[in-house]
């Protein structure tokens, strides 16, 4: 158990579905990442929240809506989403500027039809 | 900004025999090099990084490397075991913490019986 959860695991939506993604760590630590890994892709970085405020977005779309309401909880509310959002949505968290690697939820397999 | 490129995409090696990926960056001012494990249906775990003041670390059969000059780190595993199976992925970052880590694609490892 590595100390990050998500929930649910595996989502399939319609493209004008409204759903959310979960994700809760219990490591005591002060920043939260959301990461989409595509097949053949490297890692990419979507949201980081540092403090429970958003410090880095790196020009995702507007689709994609985390929200952080305290440390330990981060949700990624999904609406009208395209069939090339299909991926795999990683959680992860860490100390921010500490020593500590990023510690990795098991992640949700997202398919839009 | 930071470039990671990672090689061989897909690496297929005898039980018992030893396997190597290669990754080389792009900033001389990344100083944080983990690597990362990933097993089919689970989230990236990390187990082995380096820091930019030692050149060689191990932890039992696994071994990282690096050569700052030319901008390269590697990934040994020797003795290989059928639970070696797995996608790898190598990160940089500048900084010495776990912030701003850029990925490699990743290698798929199979450990043939």
């Known amino acids: 158990e590595t100390g990050v959860t998500q929930t649910p695991r595996h989502l399939v939506m319609g493209m004008t579905n409204k759903k959310s993604l979960k994700c809760e760590q219990h490591?005591?630590?002060?920043?939260m990442y959301w990461y989409k890994q595509s097949a053949k892709k490297p890692l990419e970085l979507m949201f980081v929240y540092s403090l429970e405020e958003r410090v880095e977005n790196n020009s995702v779309p507007s689709r994609f809506s985390p929200e952080c309401p305290n440390s330990s909880h981060l949700f990624l509310h999904l609406h009208t989403l395209q069939p090339e959002d299909s991926a795999l949505y990683l959680c992860a968290s860490s100390q921010r500027g500490g020593p500590d690697p990023k510690k990795f939820g098991p992640g949700t397999r997202l398919t839009v039809l | 900004g930071e470039n990671v490129e990672q090689h061989p995409s897909t690496l297929s090696v005898q039980e018992g025999d030893s396997a190597v990926i290669k990754c080389t960056y792009s900033d001389s001012a990344s100083n944080y090099f983990p690597w990362y494990k990933q097993e089919l249906g689970k989230g990236p775990q990390l187990i082995i990084d380096?820091?930019?003041?030692?050149g060689e670390k191990k932890d039992q059969r696994i071994a990282v490397t690096l050569n700052k000059t030319a901008k390269h780190f590697s990934l040994h595993i020797t003795e290989t075991q059928p639970e070696d199976s797995a996608v790898y992925f190598c990160?940089?970052?500048?900084?010495?913490?776990?912030?701003?880590?850029?990925f490699g694609k990743g290698t798929h490892l199979i450990i043939q019986p």
């Open positions: 490591l005591g630590h002060n920043a």
């Open positions: 380096i820091r930019s003041n030692v």
């Open positions: 990160a940089a970052s500048i900084g010495g913490g776990a912030d701003g880590l850029t």
